[in-house]
């Protein structure tokens, strides 16, 4: 099988319950330079981060259920798409108004209609500059090979391996993108059987500048490394300030 999906454009939905909801979507609306679009949705549950510049690719939903974040792949033809995603390993959870899937491994991801989306919006201009410019899928060991295999199939974008670290597996779609996906392998140690998603941000030489930014407003730093410091955003969720260039 070597047919794959064309991708025009990809949108990191930041999805988190009712009870930290307005303070997550505060915080990342702050930190993007973002204005926050009207409501939509029957229950006014889905919102878009308006960038200064650009097309958008970063959105909100308020969910019952914990916090997390997916992933909408943009095409030109959903149900296409759909059945291909199927015959490479995806379930459909729902295909109402949203295809909804979960690949192999569990990651939720969502099959949308490319409206001509191109326009990657510039860094950031805050204290230093910085954007969200990578989703991280986050695999258990167990599940990697046959996630990693699934997304580079998929997508049919090229397996990069990560120069220092051997649980680094990048798949880029080109620079018409916003977003470059990192397939990281997680350790024994990690608790959980399904692949679930973060968000980085790159930040050059600053991310430790950027880390006292986000602290400032209600973002905890985890631990703080030589290539990448991991967050908790107000509602808890994980994300990181990196060294990548923004």
């Known amino acids: 099988m070597n047919q794959h999906l064309e991708i025009g454009w990809l949108t990191a939905f930041i999805d988190r319950p009712a009870a930290t909801f307005d303070a997550s979507v505060a915080f990342w609306a702050e930190i993007t330079a973002s204005r926050l679009s009207a409501p ?37 033809d959903v149900n296409a798409a759909r059945d291909l995603a199927q015959q490479h390993g995806a379930k459909t959870i729902d295909s109402r108004a949203t295809t909804i899937m979960t690949s192999p491994g569990g990651f939720v991801f969502c099959l949308v209609t490319h409206h001509g989306e191109s326009s990657v919006p510039p860094p950031v201009a805050g204290v230093h500059p910085s954007r969200v410019n990578q989703l991280s899928i986050d695999i258990p060991a167990s599940l990697y090979e046959r996630e990693s295999a699934f997304w580079s199939a998929l997508t049919g974008w090229n397996r990069i391996s990560s120069d220092h670290y051997d649980e680094f597996t990048f798949l880029d779609g080109g620079p018409h993108l916003p977003l470059r996906v990192l397939l990281q392998r997680l350790g024994a140690d990690h608790v959980g059987d399904r692949a679930e998603a973060h968000l980085d941000i790159g930040c050059g030489p600053h991310k430790d500048a950027m880390t006292e930014a986000h602290a400032a407003l209600g973002a905890t730093a985890m631990t703080v490394g030589q290539h990448w410091n991991v967050m908790k955003d107000p509602s808890g969720s994980l994300y990181c300030l990196t060294s990548r260039d923004p």
């Open 40 to 76: 939509r949705g029957d229950n006014h549950e889905f919102a878009t981060l308006l960038p200064p510049q650009g097309d958008a690719y970063l959105r909100v939903q308020r969910l019952a259920e914990a916090p997390r974040v997916h992933l909408d792949l943009h095409v030109q």
